[in-house]
């Protein structure tokens, strides 16, 4: 059986295809770093840095650091990496990088809060008794406050924090919990942290045994309907732009094939033209249907007053008529309004409350007009509810000569 791991499930639920072009066919493409990812990967390596010393019992100072993040900076830079916000140079993210490492320092500084057991640690995770389901990850960083007492540090320079519900659903450090807790026998408990180094903050979280059983078993059915899978079918979203399989997907394949034509020869392309054709049409009808909604109701309006002056409540066209219908309702006050509150509870009070529920419109237009409450509770009523005239128009065929 594969080992999988937490990105390859994650590339698998984000969309089958890319997988299958990633992990099955395995394609190969041109990776393009991106700004933010050589950033992540330069922070990353610097607080390796800063632990691996202390493990030797060196200690360096935060202008060491800095200057370790800087060497490292230049060393693995190059002109391809992408900057897709063009109003920022390379200066401002290096800035950032310097910025993250500085508040990280000083938020821990003199790091004895813990032990470092490991970092950048491989760890293997059996999901099943057998194992047959198995996964590995690597763990940023290992530590232990006390005996038995693990923590998993990962390191985010995500610019958005994440909502709560994403670190208490989170399925990579909880996978790696269970690894820990299977590789460190005296393991107690194990702590998840993830260091949000763009926000300088903590957020930590925990798993009980139970969560962890429950997440063996949907990882095990992820992985079965993985290797059950034959269609591996597309998945197009968001996160299209930012797959490296987009020149080649079939998504996208019209695209390619059209996008760097000249003007003429893209324009006159048949499925460019139908499209193009189609998007004008759909738009056509949409200003059509509003602009004859506005008709049919200023047509309304003028029928209303028509029959209002002349007294008539049927109008004949040529072979159409329109009959106009009035009819009078209570309404009740809006939802949450103080007069709706104050007649809530005083319909609660007088004991009518479970008749009128909700305050059901129909039911309070019947219990007003058949007269269904005594006299005093309806007085009570009519102080709040309005009374609004309403018109309906119906229209239908006529022929005189039937
Ligand atoms: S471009 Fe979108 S649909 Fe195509 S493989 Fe990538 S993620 Fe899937």
């Keep these: 059986m594969t080992v999988y791991s937490h990105s390859k499930l994650s590339c698998f639920e984000q969309c089958p295809y890319r997988y299958k072009l990633n992990y099955i066919d395995k394609v190969e493409t041109e990776i393009e770093e991106t700004i933010e990812a050589f950033l992540g990967s330069r922070v990353h390596q610097t607080l390796e840095k800063l632990y691996r010393d202390l493990m030797f019992e060196k200690q360096n100072s935060l202008d060491d650091l800095i200057d370790i993040l800087r060497k490292d900076w230049e060393k693995n830079w190059n002109d391809s990496i992408i900057i897709v ?3 920022y140079v390379p200066e401002n993210y290096l800035k950032m990088a310097e910025r993250y490492i500085t508040d990280y320092y000083k938020r821990y500084h003199p790091f004895k809060k813990d032990k470092t057991i490991a970092l950048e640690q491989r760890i293997l995770i059996n999901l099943d008794e057998e194992g047959y389901y198995k996964l590995q990850g690597y763990i940023d960083r290992l530590s232990e406050v006390k005996d038995g007492f693990y923590e998993i540090h990962d390191y985010k320079t995500n610019s958005r924090l994440p909502l709560p519900e994403y670190i208490q659903n989170d399925r990579q450090l909880a996978l790696y919990s269970i690894g820990v807790l299977d590789s460190y026998p005296d393991a107690k408990d194990v702590r998840l942290i993830w260091h949000f180094l763009k926000f300088d ?3 930590d979280s925990t798993r009980t045994s139970d969560e962890l059983e429950e997440l063996k078993k949907s990882t095990i059915q ?7 899978e034959k269609v591996f079918l597309t998945n197009p979203s968001g996160l299209c732009s930012w797959c490296e399989f987009h020149d080649i997907c079939k998504e996208f394949s019209h695209l390619y094939k059209v996008k760097d034509l000249p003007v003429n020869e893209f324009l006159s392309e048949d499925g ?3 499209v193009n054709r189609y998007a004008e049409l759909k738009a056509k009808k949409k200003q059509l249907t509003l602009d004859v909604e506005v008709e049919i109701e200023k047509i309304e309006e003028a029928l209303i007053s028509y ?3 002349t007294g008539e409540s049927v ?3 040529s072979s159409n008529k329109v009959k106009i219908s009035k009819s009078k309702r209570y309404t009740c006050p809006e939802k949450n309004s103080k007069k709706r509150i104050e007649l809530e509870e005083k319909l609660k009070k007088m004991g009518k409350w479970e008749e009128v529920a909700q305050l ?11 007269n269904e409450w005594e006299k005093e509770v309806i007085d009570v009523l009519l102080e ?3 009374l609004q005239e309403s018109s309906r128009l119906y229209l239908s065929k006529y022929d005189l000569g039937t």
């Design 315 to 317: 109008i004949f066209g």
């Design 307 to 309: 029959s209002e002056k």
């Design 384 to 386: 709040y509810v309005e």
């Design 360 to 370: 059901d419109t129909n039911a309070i237009n019947k219990i007003i007009q058949e």
């Design 272 to 274: 460019v033209k139908l």
């Design 85 to 87: 916000k063009n109003e």
């Design 222 to 228: 992820l992985i079965d309907s993985i290797e059950s």
């Design 201 to 203: 903050k903590e957020v």
